[in-house]
């Protein structure tokens, strides 16, 4: 069978089998769609077809429609490059078809997927098939009648539940709800479709048209509590998100006045969505995830990775006993190496705590987390490492001490084991110096904490060899993290960009803006948290440390804030000690204390930035600017030096690494929406008012001069291997 094609082929039994290819994940390319329409058209008109089946080549049923369709229609604007399903090939071809279809389902119906298998008369399942209507992960909603199928299948409640959360279920669970009709053995999937289907030519079972069911729906009044709950649910929990208020309207149309007006709603709002700024940013971030795993001159120079097994961490603090974490619930065998019994049963103790924590959050069942606490090994010396896959040394951030372990871990370790250190800022130059297996030496910097976070950066130096990359890439995604390859320099790609984030917030602080209000529209931005409670939270001893990491490196454009010494010198340590910018009490959330006003007065008169010592105003639009624009321009020092190796990789580390809305699309993606001209402009006006630090970079000069997009890729030579 050709990779893009649907197939039918016509048995005996007068059932045929419509089969669509569309490799990896069978998604509903427009010339899927037109084929698909096609082969059902020959299936009704053809006298020896009594029913059908359709599935999906390649043991999966379909991710989806095809997502760079969007992407098409974004960039464009045309609406009519998006086919019609709701109606033409949902409604019409396929659920009031004279002839009934079954959907044969192995390994997963996603999206438009699950919607057309769900206009179907019927639904056979292998075990474990994930279902689900990922859609408004995308910023959409689902289209093809998915808004009003999914409800009248499984009743409200659930199916609200899959679609805001974008969660999919698999197929067992599918069948108690009523979702699936039969579950059984890949081998048996079509042998019982086929059956399904001529028995429901023959009235022997149900011609079920999911649209019309109203059973599980209950009364009106039932369907209203339901939606107005979920409605006050998603204004809290997606504030900035339209799609999720919007699918909850359009199920409400289609209870009120019936599934195809619903259908009909549904289509419309579905086209509003699809180019909104919210649908761009989430559809870059998808397509931003995995060309992360497209790295030149590693992943396209025919490498194969090599399996590692067994893995060696050197320090068993929260950053060594979180790494440690990350592996073994994934089934690696981990040895964790200390200097003392004292520190060794420490770290021991934070990885149980760990793995308790993630059975409590339901992240992982308590079997599994018992077999996770087999796969580790507590020493106290190296006799362990003679045949260890790799080594990743996790002790403090000091150059000499890291400097001695690898001399020692070189001369101990198999040839073919791969020497990382786990630092955020030190330079690996200077770690690998002296030894002769330069090629071995890989930075990873695992984000705190380590087995929660998702993204994995791996830095490379320009003698890291692309195997030793490759291998660290396959393994990070065994253990569910996102790699992102990148170059050697201070704070890497993440820390790096998002250097000048609290010290901008510093500068307006110490210009008279209240923090709170900072933080509570940076909050609004779509952050987490402000950059006042995130240092509350981060400790202000590492704000001290890194704040002369990045002075010594950048010392043009670092800004040193008085604020955190006089903190301290006034008894407060952030989240530490319950005291900082905010009061922390067991069992309440951060309140803001208006008690820290009185140390901010007087870092303000330290710092002496008012002009005539009056507070500067400021709109709320400027304040959020101000924060952030210096990070924009930070980020294009790091794109000009080719430390990420395409603009949408540093997208991915700032949304999976600082929890940069993902709906903004990344930080670089959000630039280019904001427009390089008004930030170039912006930064220029306030380097003139403030000083360096907000100077714009030659970088976001000549892209806002010339016009040119930030994330346009740099076509001049290339930084290492990149
Ligand atoms: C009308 C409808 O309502 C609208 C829709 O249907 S919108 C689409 C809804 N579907 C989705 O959101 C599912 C998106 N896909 C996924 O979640 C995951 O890809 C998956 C669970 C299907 C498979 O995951 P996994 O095996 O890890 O493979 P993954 O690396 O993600 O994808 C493999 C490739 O398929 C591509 N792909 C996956 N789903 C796709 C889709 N729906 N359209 C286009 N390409 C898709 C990926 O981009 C990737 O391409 P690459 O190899 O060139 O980078």
């Known amino acids: ?272 969505l699809v180019v909104s700024d919210t649908s761009k940013g989430l559809v870059h971030v998808f397509f931003a995830q995995r060309a992360t795993s497209k790295v030149p001159n590693v992943t396209n120079i025919g490498l194969k990775p090599r399996s590692l097994k067994k893995v060696a961490i050197i320090g068993g603090g929260l950053m060594g006993s979180g790494i440690a974490t990350a592996f073994i619930i994934h089934n690696i065998y981990v040895i964790l190496k200390e200097v003392n019994p004292k520190f060794l049963l420490k770290g021991i103790k934070m990885i149980e705590a760990n793995v308790r924590g993630l059975v409590a959050k339901r992240k992982l069942t308590q079997s599994k987390a018992e077999k996770a606490l087999l796969m580790i090994k507590g020493v106290m010396d190296y006799s362990d490492f003679k045949d260890v896959d790799m080594v990743i040394e996790a002790v403090i951030e000091n150059v000499e001490l890291k400097k001695k372990i690898f001399n020692e871990i070189e001369k101990i370790c198999p040839p073919h084991c791969i020497l990382a250190t786990n630092t955020s800022t030190i330079d690996l130059n200077l770690i690998g110096q002296t030894l002769t297996c330069q090629d071995r030496i890989v930075g990873t910097h695992f984000f705190s904490p380590a087995h929660v976070m998702p993204l994995l950066e791996i830095i490379q130096t320009e003698k890291t060899s692309p195997q030793v990359i490759l291998d660290l890439m396959t393994i990070s995604k065994f253990i569910k993290k996102v790699p992102v390859v990148v170059g050697n320099c201070t704070g890497f790609a993440v820390n790096r960009t998002f250097f000048p984030y609290k010290q901008s917030a510093h500068i307006l602080l110490l210009l008279g803006v209240d923090l709170f209000r900072i933080d509570r529209l940076i909050k609004n931005f779509g952050l987490p948290m402000g950059p006042f409670q995130l240092e509350d939270l981060t400790g202000y001893d590492l704000a001290v440390a890194v704040a002369k990491e990045f002075a010594t490196a950048f010392p043009d454009r670092t800004f040193i804030s008085p604020v955190v010494d006089l903190l301290i010198k006034n008894g407060r340590n952030g989240k530490n000690n319950g005291k900082g910018y905010y009061v922390y009490e067991k069992g309440s959330k951060p309140k803001p204390d208006n008690m820290v006003l009185p140390v901010i007065e007087e870092s303000r008169r330290v710092a002496n930035l008012m002009p005539q010592g009056k507070t500067v105003a400021m709109t709320d639009e ?88 930030l994330s346009a890729p740099i076509n001049t030579g290339s930084r290492a291997r990149m």
């Open 1 to 272: 069978m050709a990779e893009l094609e649907v197939k039918m082929m016509v048995g005996s039994d007068g059932v045929a089998v419509i089969t669509i290819s569309n490799p990896p994940v069978n998604a509903f390319a427009v010339s899927i769609i037109a084929w698909l329409k096609e082969k059902i058209e020959q299936a009704m008109s053809r006298d020896d077809v009594k029913a059908i089946v359709l599935t999906g080549k390649h043991r999966k049923f379909s991710g989806g429609f095809d997502i760079n369709v969007f992407r098409k229609v974004q960039q464009t604007g045309k609406l009519s490059l998006l086919p019609d399903l709701s109606v033409d090939l949902v409604v019409n071809r396929i659920e009031d078809a004279k002839k009934p279809i079954v959907a044969a389902i192995e390994g997963l119906a996603l999206g438009a997927g699950l919607e057309v298998a769900m206009g179907c008369h019927a639904r056979i399942a292998t075990p474990n098939a994930q279902l689900g209507l990922p859609e408004l992960s995308l910023g959409i909603i689902p289209g093809a009648g998915g808004t009003q199928r999914l409800p009248r299948l499984l009743g409200l409640p659930k199916a609200l539940d899959m679609m805001l959360t974008s969660k999919p279920i698999v197929s067992q669970e599918g069948h108690k709800l009523g979702l699936i009709d039969a579950i059984v053995s890949p081998q048996e999937l079509l042998k019982v479709s086929r059956q399904w289907a001529l028995d429901i030519a023959n009235n022997h079972k149900p011609w079920a048209r999911s649209l019309h069911l109203v059973d599980k729906i209950g009364s009106l009044s039932e369907a209203h509590k339901i939606l107005t709950i979920a409605r006050e649910k998603a204004k809290i929990t997606w504030p900035n998100m339209p799609q999720h208020i919007a699918c909850i309207d359009v199920i409400m149309e289609g209870i009120l006045h019936g599934g195809y007006h619903g259908v009909l709603k549904e289509a419309k709002v579905f086209n509003k």
């Open 622 to 709: 400027e304040i959020v600017e101000m924060v952030l624009f210096p990070v924009v321009n930070e980020a294009c020092r790091v794109l000009e030096e080719k430390i990420v190796v395409k603009a949408s990789d540093l997208d991915i580390a700032s949304v999976l690494g600082m929890s940069f809305p993902s709906y903004r699309g990344g930080i670089v993606f959000w630039a280019d929406v904001v427009g390089s001209k008004h930030i170039y402009t912006s930064l220029k006006k306030w380097s003139e008012k403030y000083g360096n630090f907000y100077k714009p970079s030659r970088f976001l000069e000549e892209r806002a001069m010339n016009g040119v997009p």
